[in-house]
């Protein structure tokens, strides 16, 4: 037998607008859920390319690095041409430069890492390395001449060694796969 409320309707048919309502929430709020977990999801995807192009880059200035130093060993002697305008991307460090200065080479005043200036040295143009796939542009780098450095006071022969070497202090620049992302890497090179 039905049980009537007072407007006349069963009492399940009052249940079943309750359920309904109830059913739309639970969908509502798993649909904020699934938009969040999506938001998540399109972030760590940001985060796992910007990290992806950041690797890129280092290591296309890693290779620069390797590049400078094979172009150091074949092209490269003391008596090159290094000035303090960089020319061909062979510079006096600023510290002994006639005017001397605190700030490296590439922070000096009408220092230009674009290619196409002459102040600077592409990867492979000395070298024929072929181009490094998936990065914007080629790293480009600059040697310094530092001297001829030989046996340090109080150096027990393992360091340097006990031979005078010619020194050149190396500086890369390069792009991932974004202009936005780039590294710059310096090392010091010792010619044997």
């Known amino acids: 037998m039905k049980r009537l409320n007072r407007h006349g309707t069963s009492a399940t048919a009052d249940q079943r607008g309750l359920s309904l309502v109830t059913t739309l929430l639970f969908m509502v709020a798993a649909l904020v859920l699934g938009v969040s977990v999506m938001g998540v999801n399109v972030m760590q995807e940001r985060m796992l390319g910007n990290a992806k192009d950041r690797d890129l880059a280092f290591q296309a200035a890693e290779a620069a690095l390797r590049d400078a130093e094979f172009d150091i060993t074949l092209n490269i002697t ?6 303090s305008l960089c020319t061909a991307g062979l510079c006096i460090p600023p510290t002994q430069r006639t ?12 220092f230009s890492w674009a290619p196409v200036g002459g102040m600077v040295r592409s990867y492979g143009q000395f070298t024929a390395l072929p181009p490094i796939p998936g990065v914007i542009s080629q ?8 001297g001829v450095l030989g046996l340090i006071p109080g150096d027990d022969g393992i360091g ?12 890369a620049l390069a792009f991932g796969a974004r202009a936005e992302t780039a590294v710059m890497l310096q090392s010091i090179f010792f010619r044997q």
């Open 160 to 171: 340097l060694g006990t031979n005078p070497r010619a020194t050149y202090r190396i500086t």
């Open 99 to 110: 005017v001397v200065s605190p700030l490296a080479v590439h922070q000096q005043p009408g």
């Open 139 to 146: 790293p480009v780098y600059v040697v310094e001449n530092l």
């Open 78 to 83: 003391q008596n090159s041409a290094f000035n």
